[in-house]
């Protein structure tokens, strides 16, 4: 029971993780709060469809949405350090301010969300003897109150659009990092040794040390202050 509810915990906590990723970009982008709130009523909606439908998607289907998440986390997080750095450069050279062209990448459904929210359905409704749509009603107010709650403290907090931007290139640059570190912690935890762990991951990390001093020039030649 303790194990059970110690899951579900981290599946909340998940959750609220992708909800303050839609947050960062509702609070920091010039959006009104009808809009914020029309946003976060999405999110509600799209979780009730999705607990009415996880009954009818059969196991494939499933373990196909986890095979292509790395492909939709990595184009996610290209978007995210791409636009955060035309963000961040438009504000601060031409005085600019695009978050409301830009802001989608942040708080948009985009597919890394709509899976993982579809999987923490799937983990609930298999973890809890609850109705599935009562599933997806929970989940979706968790996401309406959090992405409100905390997009009102980032409006108030009187942030730059450079400041979004930075943020954004913050976020892509951790998701390219979990990227390369967990897979190459789970294989680590399933070899034996260390030395065991697939050579690719090598060459993943040290291509992202070379995106890393690649994306800190490019954000010095086009004046993205952090």
């Given at each position: 029971?303790?194990?059970?509810w ?16 839609v947050?960062?970009?509702?609070g ?10 029309f ?26 949405i ?10 996610v ?7 955060g750095?035309v963000?961040a ?19 948009f ?5 709509l899976?993982a929210?579809f ?54 640059l ?53």
């Amino acid at each position: 029971m303790e194990l059970s509810w110690l899951m579900i915990s981290g599946i909340f906590i998940g959750i609220l993780i992708f909800a303050f990723k839609v947050s960062l970009g509702c609070g920091l982008a010039s959006l009104s709060r009808r809009e914020t709130l029309f946003i976060a009523l999405s999110y509600l909606v799209l979780a009730c469809l999705m607990g009415e439908v996880i009954g009818f998607i059969p196991d494939g289907a499933i373990s196909g949405i986890l095979n292509t998440g790395m492909a939709l986390h990595a184009i996610v997080a290209l978007l995210l350090v791409t636009l955060g750095v035309v963000t961040a450069r438009e504000y601060n050279h031409k005085g600019h301010d695009i978050t409301r062209r830009t802001f989608w990448v942040l708080s948009f459904p985009c597919p890394a969300c709509l899976a993982a929210t579809f999987l923490s359905c799937s983990f609930l409704v298999g973890l809890i003897d609850v109705a599935p749509w009562k599933i997806g009603l929970a989940v979706g107010i968790v996401f309406f109150v959090a992405i409100s709650g905390i997009s009102e403290i980032f409006r108030r907090s009187h942030r730059t659009p450079s400041d979004m931007g930075c943020a954004m290139i913050f976020l892509g640059l951790f998701y390219i990092l979990s990227m390369l570190v967990i897979p190459a912690y789970l294989g680590a935890k399933v070899t034996s040794t260390p030395t065991e762990v697939p050579s690719v991951n090598a060459v993943f990390i040290y291509g992202f040390l070379l995106g890393i001093v690649f994306l800190g020039y490019l954000g010095k030649r086009m004046g993205v202050a952090f």
